[in-house]
């Protein structure tokens, strides 16, 4: 039998993609914001496509923001932007 592919959505382009394929974006207990590498971190996470397009339309709706229930802050998106590359 296959291996089951973990999907996630994208909150930007609302694709279903497997995991590998997405970052994973957390808030944790805190209140800080972090790009989770290890896909296991605590808090309220969010995925969004290793993709700066994805990046730049989850910037301009918002969604990034509704999905973790916080406000996105200009230096952070420069870090999203750097773990994409």
Same mark, same amino acid.
């Not at 291996?3 to 590998?20: M, S």
């Given at each position: 039998?296959? +291996?089951? %592919?973990?999907?996630? *959505?994208?909150?930007?382009?609302?694709?279903?993609?497997?995991? +590998?394929?997405? !970052?994973? %974006?957390? *808030?944790?207990?805190?209140? @800080?914001?972090?790009?989770? @590498?290890?896909?296991?971190?605590?808090?309220?996470?969010?995925? !969004?496509?290793?993709?700066?397009?994805?990046?730049?339309?989850?910037?301009?709706?918002?969604?990034?923001?509704?999905?973790?229930? @916080? +406000? %996105?802050?200009?230096?952070?998106?420069?870090?999203?932007?750097?773990? %994409?590359?």
């Amino acid at each position: 039998m296959a +291996k089951k %592919i973990p999907l996630r *959505r994208c909150v930007a382009t609302g694709e279903q993609l497997p995991k +590998k394929d997405l !970052l994973r %974006i957390v *808030r944790t207990p805190e209140g @800080t914001l972090a790009v989770d @590498t290890t896909g296991k971190a605590n808090g309220r996470g969010a995925y !969004l496509k290793k993709d700066l397009e994805a990046v730049a339309k989850a910037k301009k709706t918002g969604a990034l923001a509704r999905a973790l229930e @916080t +406000k %996105i802050p200009d230096e952070f998106w420069a870090e999203i932007e750097a773990a %994409i590359h």
